[in-house]
């Protein structure tokens, strides 16, 4: 068993619905039915329905997501022969900006930190990745998305289309990117804060504007992640812009002026998971942006995220749950 463990809040919690365009929380159909009764009150009775059967659908797609996760992990492993093989190594010339790799190097050694731009609120951008690596890495994963029989996962509840890169191979490169570059930044950037960054889920999003089931852009949330990476990896897009408000703990009602950042190729932005922020639509061309939500466990185990409670974790038999860790009394009992 891996030390990684989810918060059972996972099957219940942060269900996304598209009507609605909000999350929400679904122990049960009479619990959501009360729960929601003024923002369902206009809906038709088929399009409840509809809503009702997605949330069912969607809480046996966790249960078996966490359960068929290393099966799933294997098949893509023994099924799929890699197109760009060097890229699955983490190989620093070849991926990241020479830009970004002086900018660690300052943050290492306590000089200004000159090729980053702060936007406000903690949001930061830089130059983070080569053009050739954000080329062969959408070519990489075209071939992995349009591979006929591989059992891909969506990248994350809120989006429909990308991929999951721990599924299919990065979870190593993601490692030495978020130990050897995104912490030493942090530490720099965030030092309140103090994460000590000791697990990921790292995925695409993918948004195209010529079909209307498609992702067109991404309504406001918070991450489930203490710090967020999130580099653009095509250009060939109209509209797009990532706009960031205030923490999620101000409430709605209470936030400051948003901030607006336009996106180009190989520009990574990072910020905190709880800063609500939001991808506005597309309207022309694809998107595809890299995100890594970065995870402390030290931090998320004392009170989840998601719940805001101290979350009640139930270990995961591969990859990295939701970034919690069992103690090692929750470990033993479990084995016995
Ligand atoms: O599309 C984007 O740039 C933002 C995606 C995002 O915020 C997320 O997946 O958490
Ligand atoms: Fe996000």
């Not at 809480?59 to 060097?86: A, F, M, Q, W």
């Not at 702060?118 to 349009?146: K, M, W, Y």
């Not at 993601?174 to 995104?182: A, H, K, S």
């Not at 890299?290 to 402390?296: A, E, G, H, T």
Request: one cysteine or more; hydrophobic letters at 30%.
């Amino acid at each position: 068993m891996s030390k990684y463990a989810i918060c059972q809040c996972y099957f219940t919690r942060n269900f996304f619905v598209d009507q609605l365009q909000t999350h929400c929380l679904f122990a049960s159909t009479p619990q959501f039915l009360h729960d929601y009764a003024d923002l369902i009150r206009n809906l038709g009775q088929d399009e409840l329905k509809s809503i009702l059967k997605d949330l069912a659908h969607e809480r046996d797609r966790r249960r078996n997501l966490i359960n068929g996760l290393s099966s799933v992990r294997e098949t893509i492993r023994t099924n799929y022969k890699r197109k760009h093989p060097g890229i699955f190594n983490f190989q620093e010339s070849r991926m990241l900006d020479e830009r970004f790799s002086e900018l660690v190097t300052e943050a290492r050694n306590k000089r200004a930190l000159d090729k980053i731009t702060h936007h406000g609120r903690g949001v930061f951008s830089f130059p983070a990745f080569t053009p050739d690596f954000c080329q062969e890495l959408v070519d990489e994963l075209n071939s992995i998305e349009h591979h006929p029989n591989l059992p891909l996962n969506r990248p994350n509840t809120m989006n429909k289309y990308g991929t999951a890169l721990d599924d299919v191979g990065f979870t190593n490169v993601v490692d030495t990117l978020r130990q050897e570059f995104i912490q030493p930044l942090c530490d720099r950037l965030y030092k309140d804060e103090r994460f000590q960054l000791d697990s990921h889920k790292a995925f695409t999003v993918k948004y195209l504007d010529n079909d209307f089931k498609n992702d067109e852009g991404l309504a406001i949330h918070f991450d489930n992640a203490e710090v967020t990476l999130n580099v653009a990896l095509t250009e060939n897009f109209d509209g797009g812009e990532v706009v960031f408000h205030g923490r999620s703990s101000n409430g709605l009602n209470q936030q400051p002026p948003p901030i607006g950042i336009n996106h180009e190729v190989g520009q990574g932005i990072l910020h905190l998971g709880c800063q609500l922020h939001e991808a506005l639509p597309i309207t022309n061309g694809t998107r595809v942006n890299l995100i890594i939500w970065m995870r402390s466990s030290k931090h998320r185990n004392l009170r989840c995220p998601m719940c805001l409670e101290k979350p009640i974790l139930e270990e995961v038999s591969c990859g990295y749950g939701d970034g919690f860790t069992m103690h090692q009394s929750q470990n033993d009992e479990h084995s016995h």
